[in-house]
């Protein structure tokens, strides 16, 4: 079992920065493959990122490349995803997601392949 607790939402004008935070607990999670999703108000959930269990890889939905970074910190048991040049398309509930097998490569991009979820922190861009 994984436990994920995200933190770090909040309201950001357009170009400006935030970073998020999850923090994990659960025998596996520092060896399991994580993902950030989000979700806009009348939309589908959407994949955002993606990294591998050890930090290596890392993969993006095409609408973030460039501007958002995920990375871990296994000793800290944390995951976070620096978000850049923010625009208003980017107001969500992001959550965190991990895979509940070890050692996975960072590429899931389908909310099946995750089988823990945080309960979601807010981000509001305003233009």
């Known amino acids: 079992q994984v436990q994920l607790l995200e933190s770090g939402g909040g309201l950001v004008q357009a170009g400006g920065s935030l970073r998020l935070s999850c923090a994990t607990a659960?025998?596996?999670?520092?060896?399991?493959?994580m993902g950030w999703f989000r979700q806009a108000p009348g939309k589908e959930r959407e994949f955002v990122a993606a990294?591998?269990?050890?930090?290596?890889?890392?993969y993006y939905a095409d609408s973030v490349k460039g501007r958002f970074t995920i990375s871990r910190d296994n000793a800290k048991n944390t995951v976070y995803l620096q978000m850049n040049s923010l625009k208003p398309d980017d107001t969500a509930i992001y959550y965190c997601?991990?895979?509940?097998?070890?050692?996975?490569?960072?590429?899931?991009?389908?909310?099946?392949?995750?089988?823990?979820w945080g309960q979601g922190t807010q981000v509001t861009v305003s233009s």
């Open positions: 659960g025998r596996t999670a520092s060896r399991a493959a």
């Open positions: 997601a991990a895979e509940s097998r070890v050692y996975g490569l960072g590429r899931a991009t389908q909310q099946y392949e995750y089988a823990y």
């Open positions: 990294i591998d269990w050890s930090g290596v890889s890392t």
